[in-house]
């Protein structure tokens, strides 16, 4: 029962943090904003997701990588946690040293005079994000892959192939 906790509560803090950047993304193209109005869009953004993103980055992280820890009877599953716990962890080190320093400068801004450079910093900004997202949706792949991945890796060699249906089973 508490591994089946532990793949539900990965699964939905997987989902709720890409989420987070997939909406980012969707709605993201910024290019076409005044300098002032991207400014004020960052900052909201920034003052609403630059604490909690970090956190639910962090438990990701940590929940995919218990999860990896205890799937030891499933090399094929615990491949797919250990990619996913890379993702996350990649895309979470992507945000602190790229993306963060950005969102700090953007926080000292006035929305009535942004600096001549504000459009390549948004750009740079939106670069990483895209990174970011990618490496979201790949390890939030790799994570619902394994979850949804059928028995254990002997259930072939144990069972006659007739006898064998398709099963949903979740981590580890």
């Known amino acids: 029962m508490a591994k089946r906790v532990l793949t539900f509560l990965n699964v939905l803090s997987a989902a709720l943090l890409v989420g ?3 909406d980012t993304w969707l ?3 910024t290019t076409d904003l ?3 109005a991207y400014v004020q869009h960052q900052q909201r953004s920034i003052r609403a997701l630059n604490v909690a993103m970090p956190v639910l ?3 990701v992280a ?3 990588l218990v999860a990896a820890i205890f799937t030891r009877d499933n090399p094929r599953k615990r491949l797919l946690l250990v990619v996913a716990t890379c993702c996350f962890v990649v895309a979470g080190v992507v945000t602190r040293l790229l993306n963060q320093p950005i969102n700090a400068i953007v926080m000292t801004w006035s929305p009535d005079s942004p600096p001549e450079n504000w459009s390549a910093l948004r750009d740079e900004w939106w ?3 895209v990174l970011r997202t990618l490496l979201g949706i790949c390890g939030l792949s790799s994570l619902i892959v394994a979850a949804i991945t059928a028995g254990r890796a002997t259930d072939s060699t144990t069972r006659p192939r007739e006898c064998m249906t398709p099963t949903i089973e979740v981590l580890p």
Request: aromatic fraction near 12%; proline fraction near 6%.
């Open 62 to 64: 940590l929940l995919t």
């Open 20 to 22: 987070a950047m997939f």
């Open 27 to 29: 709605r993201g193209d």
């Open 34 to 36: 005044s300098p002032s």
């Open 127 to 129: 670069q990483w994000h």
């Open 57 to 59: 980055g962090i438990a």
